[in-house]
């Protein structure tokens, strides 16, 4: 090979790092998450058990992976049951009904500083609505 093609080919090697570089696999940002089951559970009695799933959807480029274990798992009940930061939910009453969220933020030591990205679902005591739950 003759200098230029060397010059040639060091360059073509160089452009193709540096466009390997700026793909949009580096940056690959949540859009959503998915709670599963998306239809929540039905506690019918104190102590069931369930076990929420997260599921997050990324683009650049576009995929879904398992985050259950990378967000912030709540409960807006806290009469009704508990839950774990590994989605284990645990009916502490059958009356009640709330929602359970999963929460990621894309800068936890500083939530204010980055995206906050929501998932939820619901749960419900078998009770919920009647006359035993007044």
């Known amino acids: 090979m003759s200098r230029n093609q060397y010059r040639s080919l060091l360059v073509i ?26 239809g929540g559970f039905v506690f019918e009695a104190v102590g069931a058990r369930g076990q929420f799933t997260a599921t997050g959807q990324y683009i650049h480029p576009p995929e ?22 590994t989605g284990l939910v645990t009916a502490t009453n059958t009356c009640g ?22 998932g939820s679902a619901n749960v419900k005591g078998v009770l919920d609505g009647t006359p035993a739950c007044q």
């Open 13 to 38: 090697i160089i452009i193709l790092c540096f466009a390997n570089l700026l793909s949009c696999g580096h940056d690959q940002k949540l859009e959503s998450i998915t709670v599963q089951p998306s």
């Open 97 to 118: 009904s709330g929602q359970v969220t999963a929460t990621f933020y894309s800068n936890p030591k500083n939530p204010a500083a980055g995206s906050v990205v929501v």
């Open 64 to 85: 879904s992976k398992d985050i259950t274990n990378q967000v912030l798992w709540q409960i807006n009940v806290a009469n009704l049951a508990t839950i774990t930061q």
